[in-house]
């Protein structure tokens, strides 16, 4: 069965840090694409990044650029999410996902069931 | 990056057929096949619907479709079922080299 299991989510203050971590199992991590998506409370989901296969090709929304960082280690079969300088606009569910292949433009397949960041004083 | 239009709200009765629009630019949904369709019930993980513009993965129901013309993508789910409720996103590659969704459609079937 294809798992993604999101941990690293919580309180942090404005200016902070925080690493989210997404272990994958049951596929080939290293073959496929991923994705950071997050979902703001009561509001729709916004795409945050993207990392190839490999690695070597990271993507990201204007809103998190110089900010975030995708990174995976495919020895491992982890994704990982460095956020620094949070805001509260980045208060949010964020969600890890697979690609359905090794491009990341056509779509999410499998999703992790989210884990909650909060932003606040 | 601006999100793509999506209706807020559509509604139908069991059976029925409904389609939820998703309007872009040339710059996102018109300019690429890239257009992707998710499913999402409250408080859980998206599910992927469609991809590719018209693509099912695996395990969807053909009673869900997906369509382009210009700038404006579209979802049919034809013989409406009560699971069928739900939130749904559209979703485009841009030529910014980003990802941008749609601001979500609520389906009630009534």
């Known amino acids: 069965e294809v798992l993604l299991l999101e941990s690293g989510g919580g309180l942090v203050q404005p200016g902070g840090s925080l690493r989210l971590s997404c272990a994958a199992s049951?596929?080939?991590?290293?073959?496929?694409?991923m994705s950071w998506v997050r979902q703001a409370p009561g509001k729709g989901l916004e795409w945050v990044s993207a990392?190839?296969?490999?690695?070597?090709?990271?993507y990201y929304a204007d809103s998190v650029k110089g900010r975030f960082t995708i990174s995976r280690d495919n020895s491992k079969s982890t994704l990982y999410l460095q956020m620094n300088s949070l805001r509260a606009e980045d208060t949010a569910v964020y969600y890890c996902?697979?690609?359905?292949?090794?491009?990341?433009?056509?779509?999410?397949?499998?999703w992790g069931q989210g884990t909650t960041v909060t932003v606040s004083s | 990056q601006s999100a793509l239009t999506q209706p807020a709200s559509v509604s139908g009765s069991p059976g029925q057929s409904i389609t939820i629009s998703c309007t872009g630019t040339?710059?996102?949904?018109?300019?690429?096949?890239?257009v992707s369709w998710y499913q999402q019930h409250p408080g859980k993980a998206p599910k992927l619907m469609i991809y590719?513009?018209?693509n099912r993965p695996s395990g969807v129901s053909n009673r869900f479709s997906g369509s382009k013309s210009g700038n404006t993508a579209s979802l049919t789910i034809s013989g409406l079922q009560a699971e069928d409720e739900a939130d749904y996103y559209c979703s485009s590659y841009t030529s910014s080299s980003s990802l941008v969704f749609g601001g979500g459609t609520k389906l009630t079937v009534l």
């Open positions: 049951g596929f080939t991590f290293s073959s496929y694409a």
């Open positions: 040339s710059s996102d949904v018109g300019g690429y096949n890239y």
């Open positions: 590719d513009v018209s």
């Open positions: 990392i190839s296969g490999s690695g070597g090709s990271t």
């Open positions: 996902a697979k690609c359905r292949s090794s491009s990341w433009l056509r779509g999410m397949d499998v």
